[in-house]
Each structure stands twice: as C-alpha cells, then as structure tokens.
C-alpha cells in the first residue's frame, strides 16, 4: 500500500487548490469518515449548508481507494447531484489531489440500465415500432418518429450511449422505444450485440475506477435482488441518505395492473400466437374486474378468487 498523506493533509490541499477557506466542520466531517473507513463503523453524518461535505466525503474515500485498491460506491438520490459530482467535483478533486497521490484518481458515473441506448433495438428495427397508437394522437406519433430516427442517427456515433449526452434530448416516450428495462433486457450473452452494449462498457469501466457514483436504486437492486450490478466494494458512500428509504422502498415493490399486463400482451404479438396473446389480454380483464370489487387495502391473504386471476 502506498504511504499517502493523511486526511487533513489531502483537504487542506483540495480546498486551496479549488480556492476554498478551510473550515472546521468539514475537517471534522472528513475526520469522522476516515475513521468509519479505517474501522469498518456505520457512521450518519447531518451537515449544513455552507460545509462542504461531498468534500469531506470524497477526500478520504479517494484516499482509501487509492491506498487499497478497492472501488469506492458514492450513491445519491438525484441525477443532479451525480452530474454535480461526476462533471465538476471529482474532477477539480482530481487534479488537485494527483500530485499528493502520486496518480490522478479515477471515478465513473453508472446508472440503471433505462438510461443506455439499446443496439438491438435500434438494430433489429424494433426502434422504429410506434408505441401504443390507442394512446396518442397523430401529431404527438409524427413527433416521437421524429425523435427515434434522430437517436438512430445519434447512435451511429455516441461513444456511451448515455440519454444525458443526446443534446437537445427527446421526450420519454421516444427514448422508451430506443432503450429496455433491466427486465427486457436480453443479457449480455444472449444479445446479438451484447459485446458493444453501452450498459456493459459503463460496467466494465466502473469496475476500473476508484469511486463509482450511482443512485440509491442501483444501489439497492445490487443489495436486494443478488444481480451484482456495483463492482466489487466495501464501503459506500449514501449522500442525500433521507432519500434512501423510498427508494429502496421502489425497488422492493412490484405492481400488477390490468394495463401492464393488456401492454405485455401487446408487445407478445410478434413473439407469441394469437391465442396466447388473447389469453394474456383476458387474465388482464379478469385482474381488473376483481380489484375493481375489492376495497382498497393490504392483503394479509389471498381473497376470493383473487389466486384464479393471478
């Protein structure tokens, strides 16, 4: 392990090198997470405004990664927060601390796997299917068109395939027909371009760095669902932690309803017969009817004819 200077040492170099003033606060925060670090104890820091605490939270992560070798995981709550850290923070950060560090440390941003561009959509032109046509008028269609052949394009020369990089952006549902969910998702092995997957190479890459920022989401898929989607770690970062709960909370919950089965349905017409598909758009008919005559509330068992419908 190379013999780094210690914590205070490492900020009081940041913050003159990014033309800051030292504060006690942020030392103590800085302090205080060093030692949670070294001795492996859940710490909860409440820091107010004006400490400079994603400071006081990135100098000794970055140190430990670099002393150690072993990625850092930085989780917040909102994308402004992560480009916040991953366009203007960690990088002023870097090239501040590179000279103390004896190598400039490196991080990565990741998120979930609705924010990549799909190859095999776009390749295989299912890209080009116009959602639901029950659902929008003819204008708003021309639209969307217009915003999917433009990502195709786009897709031609993107190096991350990230929806945050397509500038000007497009609306959410053109970017639904460009993109999968983590569900929809072929896997790597099973795409037929699942070696150039944009989602793939952020993971590979966050797997190289020293501190990888991600969402509580993500987070919480890799602590709950055993899909390792984080690089191999020991010590994470929960900024913006109030946010936590709900969010994990998200991610632990699934919900049934008759449009997102009838919306299966509709996407099986290609892959299944139509006895299939009426027989998925009928279960979708049943599950309504029956939550349509039951009240509102927690089952703590199955009511009447409720195991039929499922």
Sequence with gaps: MPDLPEVPELLRTAVHALGGKERRNQLTMASAVAHSIDTGEHLAVQAGTGTGKSLAYLVPSIRYAVRTGRTVVVSTAT?????????????????????????????????????????????????????????????????????????????????????????????????????????????????PVGDDCFAEIARAEAAQVDVVVTNHALLAIDAITGIQILPEHDVVVVDEAHELVDRVTGVATAELSGSTVSAAARRCLKLAGDEEVDRLEGAAENWDALLDELPPGRWDAVPDGAGAAL
């Design 79 to 191: 994308i402004a927060l992560q480009r916040q850290l991953v366009e203007r923070d960690l990088p002023r950060l870097a090239k501040a601390l590179t000279e103390s560090l004896g190598r400039p440390p490196r991080f990565a941003i990741l998120k979930g796997r609705g924010n990549y561009l799909c190859l095999n959509k776009i390749n295989t032109g299912l890209a080009e299917e116009p959602p639901d046509t029950g659902l929008f008028d003819a204008f708003t269609l021309s639209r969307i068109g217009r915003e999917v052949r433009r990502v195709t394009e786009w897709s031609s020369d993107t190096d991350t395939g990230d929806r945050d990089d397509l500038t000007p952006g497009v609306s959410d549902q053109a970017w639904r027909q460009v993109s999968v969910t983590a569900r929809e998702c072929l896997g790597k092995s099973r795409c």
